[in-house]
């Protein structure tokens, strides 16, 4: 999906380096996410949060995977805060914090939930033991489908359901969604685990009312470049100029474009635009499809002849 690199398509790089940046980009991605659980809190802003976990990445030398996915209740994935974004944690919420860094393309996704009244902290206990069953069933020659079963299984165990529209997947150099998908239920895909892949798993659970499926929501504040295009505005120009000096092969959020133009009327404007012209791909946030709380876990591994090896810890 985000493999159009320009800038770097000569960069080769060799399995041991891959590796090691992995781990690198892994530990630093896990120690974000450990950031988050001391950080959030009622009344705590979730740009203060997304901008802390982000400035840690880049203060520690690494670039960032793709913005900082705080989803809450029934939003699955894909809301990051907007510009000036006032929004707080609430005394119930159920929170979701997606995030990774990466060097050199070599990218790390991992994910955790957090609880804050305790009243859902059972589903957010299900997506954890779903993914630990998930990752001792990964070796290679492991099928997709069986991963998936496993995380249904568990699932059931806990008298929850899987989100069968969303799942983990393989990850490229600057391709955060590779093949193959790894569903979140028995898909029927026969689809093997390759020795020295890069997958990410990420069960995302839901109640009984919940329907199982995402849909798109109407709030979009993470796009990613597409392709040059011709756009009428001279904002517009400008931002898509920023976009392609700065974020060519990620994914950016709207807000770490907020020095272009000269307000945030102009902003979203300028972003519209060029959504409409093709210029950027739009990532919707994702909310439950029945409107049930939802939580996900998610860790990036290595497979191995007889197992993993987990990437972001
Ligand atoms: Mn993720
Ligand atoms: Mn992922």
């Given at each position: 999906?985000?493999?159009?690199?320009?800038?770097?398509?000569?960069?080769?790089?060799?399995?041991?380096?891959?590796?090691?940046?992995?781990?690198?980009?892994?530990?630093?991605?896990?120690?974000?996410?450990?950031?988050?659980?001391?950080m959030?809190k009622?009344?705590?802003?979730?740009?203060?949060?997304?901008?802390?976990?982000?400035?840690?990445v880049t203060?520690?030398g690494?670039?960032?995977?793709?913005p900082?996915?705080?989803?809450?209740?029934?939003?699955?994935?894909?809301?990051?805060?907007?510009?000036?974004?006032?929004?707080?944690?609430?005394e119930?919420?159920?929170?979701?914090?997606?995030?990774?860094?990466?060097?050199?393309?070599?990218?790390?996704?991992?994910?955790?939930?957090?609880?804050?009244?305790?009243?859902?902290?059972?589903?957010?206990?299900?997506?954890?033991?779903?993914?630990?069953n998930?990752?001792s069933?990964?070796?290679?020659?492991?099928?997709?489908?069986?991963?998936?079963?496993?995380?249904?299984?568990?699932?059931?165990?806990?008298?929850?359901?899987?989100?069968?529209?969303?799942?983990?997947?393989?990850?490229?150099?600057?391709?955060?969604?590779?093949?193959?998908?790894?569903?979140?239920?028995?898909?029927?895909?026969?689809?093997?685990?390759?020795?020295?892949?890069?997958?990410?798993?990420?069960p995302?659970?839901?109640?009984?009312?919940?329907?199982?499926?995402?849909?798109?929501?109407?709030?979009?504040?993470?796009?990613?470049?597409?392709?040059?295009?011709?756009?009428?505005?001279?904002?517009?120009?400008?931002?898509?100029?920023?976009?392609?000096?700065?974020?060519?092969?990620?994914?950016?959020?709207?807000?770490?474009?907020?020095?272009?133009?000269?307000?945030?009327?102009?902003?979203?404007?300028?972003?519209?635009?060029?959504?409409?012209?093709?210029?950027?791909?739009?990532?919707?946030?994702?909310?439950?499809?029945?409107?049930?709380?939802?939580?996900?876990?998610?860790?990036?591994?290595?497979?191995?002849?007889?197992?993993?090896?987990?990437?972001?810890?």
């Amino acid at each position: 999906m985000f493999d159009e690199n320009e800038f770097e398509k000569d960069f080769e790089i060799d399995e041991e380096t891959h590796r090691k940046l992995a781990l690198e980009a892994g530990a630093i991605s896990y120690k974000a996410l450990q950031k988050a659980k001391d950080m959030i809190k009622p009344g705590v802003k979730l740009l203060d949060v997304a901008v802390s976990l982000e400035s840690f990445v880049t203060e520690s030398g690494f670039d960032i995977a793709f913005p900082a996915n705080i989803s809450i209740n029934e939003q699955a994935a894909h809301y990051t805060p907007s510009f000036e974004d006032v929004k707080t944690f609430g005394e119930n919420d159920i929170i979701k914090v997606d995030f990774g860094a990466g060097k050199h393309g070599v990218l790390a996704d991992c994910a955790i939930t957090i609880d804050l009244s305790g009243n859902n902290q059972k589903l957010a206990d299900a997506s954890y033991d779903a993914l630990q069953n998930a990752i001792s069933t990964v070796k290679a020659g492991a099928k997709v489908r069986d991963i998936g079963k496993e995380i249904e299984r568990t699932a059931a165990k806990y008298g929850f359901k899987p989100i069968k529209n969303l799942g983990g997947h393989g990850v490229g150099i600057h391709d955060l969604h590779s093949s193959p998908f790894i569903p979140n239920y028995d898909n029927g895909d026969d689809t093997e685990l390759e020795e020295g892949a890069y997958i990410a798993i990420e069960p995302f659970l839901t109640t009984q009312q919940g329907k199982g499926m995402v849909i798109n929501g109407d709030i979009v504040e993470i796009y990613a470049f597409s392709q040059p295009s011709g756009v009428r505005q001279s904002a517009s120009r400008a931002m898509l100029e920023a976009i392609q000096s700065r974020y060519m092969s990620e994914p950016f959020a709207l807000r770490w474009l907020s020095d272009i133009p000269k307000n945030k009327f102009e902003l979203y404007l300028s972003i519209r635009e060029l959504m409409r012209a093709g210029a950027v791909e739009p990532f919707p946030v994702l909310v439950e499809g029945g409107n049930g709380m939802v939580a996900q876990s998610e860790a990036e591994v290595l497979v191995t002849k007889d197992g993993c090896e987990i990437i972001t810890k």
